[in-house]
C-alpha cells in the first residue's frame, strides 16, 4: 500500500496521491519513495527540477527538503499561470524566485 506516488518523468517529478491516508502516513510514503530513487540513481540532481501533482502542504515540505539541494533549482507547475512552473527553491543564478519556466 501507497498513500503517495513519485515518479521522475525527464526533468519532471510526478506526485499524486495514492490510497487513501493521513498526512501523517502520506509524509513517510513520500519520504521513502524520495530515498528510493535517489537510492536507485534514478533521482541524481540537475540545474533544474519541476514538480507537477496534487499535494498537501506537509509532502510539499518533505519533497523541497528532500530534492532542495540536488537540483540548482526546484520549479513546481501553477496551471493558473498558463500552465508554467514557478521557481520556488534556486542556489543558481540562471533562475531567479519567481521565474516562469516552460
Not at 503517495?4 to 502520506?26: C, M
Not at 509524509?27 to 498537501?56: C, H, I, M, Y
Not at 499561470?81 to 543558481?92: A, F, M, R, S
Amino acid at each position: 500500500m501507497t498513500t503517495y506516488r513519485i515518479d521522475l518523468e525527464g526533468n519532471i517529478l510526478k506526485i499524486g496521491f495514492g490510497d487513501p491516508a493521513q498526512n501523517d502516513r502520506i509524509v513517510q510514503d513520500a519520504s521513502t519513495r524520495l530515498d528510493e530513487l535517489v537510492q536507485s540513481g534514478t533521482l541524481v540532481g540537475g540545474t533544474l527540477l519541476k514538480v507537477n501533482g496534487p499535494g498537501s502542504l506537509p509532502v510539499a515540505f518533505v519533497i523541497a527538503h528532500k530534492v532542495g539541494h540536488l537540483y540548482g533549482a526546484i520549479a513546481v507547475f501553477d496551471p493558473k499561470l498558463g500552465g508554467k512552473y514557478v521557481v520556488c527553491i534556486t542556489h543558481n543564478p540562471d533562475y531567479k524566485l519567481g521565474d516562469l519556466v516552460d
